[in-house]
């Protein structure tokens, strides 16, 4: 038999002493977390979707859309919770990993969902009278639905941080340790694809703002498809004569310079008239001056087959990320045309 003194000598012992206090700590932590998590959840199943379904104040297709996968989510909920209250850590979550694609599609519906909400509480008096109602109930602590519809999404995240500090902190001769490794990895994996879509539905919204401060025939259909990085303004140096402001959309593949339309202008005030698209795959980038890190701003030099575009800024720190941006984009469009030539 060990004695304490021998335990607390040995280092083995001591880093599986430190693996159980955390694995203890990360256990307790899931299981309060997803209690509060349930409660939410079946507040907003209870009192907003179940009544409205009941009521009709909102047709089918616009409460599928306002709530998605909600119910289903609940209902998975409800069948982790009994595992984590009887330490059935690795069983819970194997059973519940199947339920993760709920997750993403109901991060899929996300934008669509917040749109839903604000359009109903704008048009719908019966819709927006309801809501008020429902969030000055008690339970629902001060938190109103917007601030609800988000819930998932959170709680995801923190299914990837604690699942996967629960999987760490396992021995591998647990019996657990195989059931909670895997599920570590498939959270992970849901968790990496719901990123991808919010950053998806983040560029459409960029591209559809972008594609509004548009104008004219030429800019039909110029940022569909794109991934959009940065715009702001910039001069252009001519060889002669003084420098012209241009405002300057970064996408992923292309470089776009706009001219604004006049201020005056009966239709169009306030939006840009496309002047020249350039490729990223064809521009090679340097700094002329601005390498200093000084407060005179700098000089970027773009090469393409064609032209040459001399960009300036009188602040330095703009011209340092409008340089790292373009740099990105350059270095995409380079790996994307070598995969493509290795493939071929």
């Excluded at 749109?115 to 819709?127: D, G, I, P, V």
């Excluded at 938190?143 to 709680?155: A, F, G, I, V």
């Excluded at 498809?225 to 001069?235: K, M, N, V």
């Excluded at 005030?269 to 890190?293: E, I, K, N």
Aim: net charge positive.
């Amino acid at each position: 038999m060990e004695s304490s003194g021998s335990a607390a000598c040995c280092p083995v012992l001591q880093q599986r002493a430190r693996w159980e206090r955390k694995r203890v700590c990360t256990a307790r932590e899931l299981l309060e977390t997803e209690r509060r998590y349930q409660e939410q959840l079946g507040l907003v199943a209870t009192y907003f979707l179940r009544i409205l379904k009941a009521k009709g104040t909102l047709r089918p297709p616009e409460l599928q859309t306002l709530f998605g996968t909600w119910e289903l989510i609940y209902a998975a909920s409800l069948e982790l919770l009994p595992y984590l209250e009887e330490g059935q850590w690795g069983l819970g979550l194997q059973g519940f990993c199947p339920h993760l694609e709920l997750y993403a599609q109901f991060a899929a519906n996300a934008e669509r969902s917040q749109t839903t909400l604000q359009a109903q509480l704008k048009k719908n008096k019966r819709f927006r009278r309801f809501v008020k109602l429902q969030e000055g109930r008690p339970e629902f602590r001060g938190l109103q639905l917007q601030d609800l519809l988000p819930l998932p999404l959170q709680r995801l995240q923190q299914y990837e941080n604690l699942v996967v500090a629960l999987a760490e902190n396992t021995v591998p001769n647990s019996p657990d340790y195989q059931l909670l490794t895997r599920a570590a990895r498939l959270v992970s994996e849901t968790a990496q694809k719901v990123h991808a879509i919010g950053q998806s539905q983040k560029n459409d919204q960029h591209l559809l703002r972008v594609q509004a401060l548009l104008s004219g025939r030429k800019a039909k259909g110029l940022t569909s498809g794109r991934w959009f990085l940065r715009q702001g303004w910039l001069l252009v140096v001519p060889p002669a004569g003084e420098p012209r402001p241009r405002m300057f959309f970064l996408f992923s593949d292309v470089l776009l310079m706009a001219k604004p339309r006049p201020p005056l202008h009966l239709l169009k005030s306030g939006t840009f008239v496309c002047r020249a698209l350039y490729p990223m795959s064809q521009c090679h980038l340097s700094r002329v001056f601005g390498h200093s890190g000084g407060p005179c701003g700098g000089l970027l030099s773009l090469s393409f087959p064609h032209e040459k575009l001399l960009l300036m800024s009188t602040d330095q720190e703009e011209l340092s990320q409008w340089h790292h941006s373009l740099t990105l984009a350059i270095r995409s469009q380079k790996s994307s045309t070598h995969r493509s030539v290795t493939a071929t």
